[in-house]
């Protein structure tokens, strides 16, 4: 491989770099949108789920729809310090009782990490 070569590669890697990037803002415009969106949807849902329980109705037609109740179950988030609790309760059912257990089969459920190597770049100072 000549160092002409290795000069294109590095300017592909940053038109690359560029691309990635204007990508991702457009990414975090577009998710933040999204964010509102599914809020004013959630407060719609809800305002309607509230008038069909008040009314003691079954559902709703609207515009050749048919809206009614359905119940189906939910799985609910749990942040770190609920799930190791959890963990902490289950592993206490069958007799363990060492917190040193419970952090090893908790950190056990990450993924493994391993070194590789990577390119770093720093403007040079003229």
């Known amino acids: 491989m000549t160092s002409h ?4 590669y590095i300017q592909e890697l940053n038109n690359i ?9 457009e990414t975090n415009r577009l998710n933040s949108r999204l964010r509102i969106l599914r809020s004013n949807k959630e407060s719609s ?4 789920i509230k008038y069909i329980e008040e009314k003691n109705i079954p559902g709703l037609k ?3 729809r048919q809206i009614e109740l359905k119940s189906k179950q939910k799985a609910i988030k749990m942040d770190k310090k609920e799930k190791k609790n959890k963990l902490e ?4 059912k069958y007799g363990i009782n060492n917190t040193e257990d419970v952090d090893e089969v908790f950190n056990s ?10 390119l770093n770049f ?5």
């Open 89 to 92: 309760r289950v592993l206490y």
């Open 45 to 48: 849902e809800h305002k309607i």
């Open 109 to 118: 459920l990450k993924a493994d990490k391993e070194y590789v190597n990577i």
């Open 62 to 64: 609207y515009q050749g």
């Open 17 to 25: 770099d560029y691309e990635i990037k204007t990508i991702l803002k």
């Open 5 to 8: 070569e290795v000069k294109g």
């Open 122 to 126: 720093k403007k040079l100072k003229v």
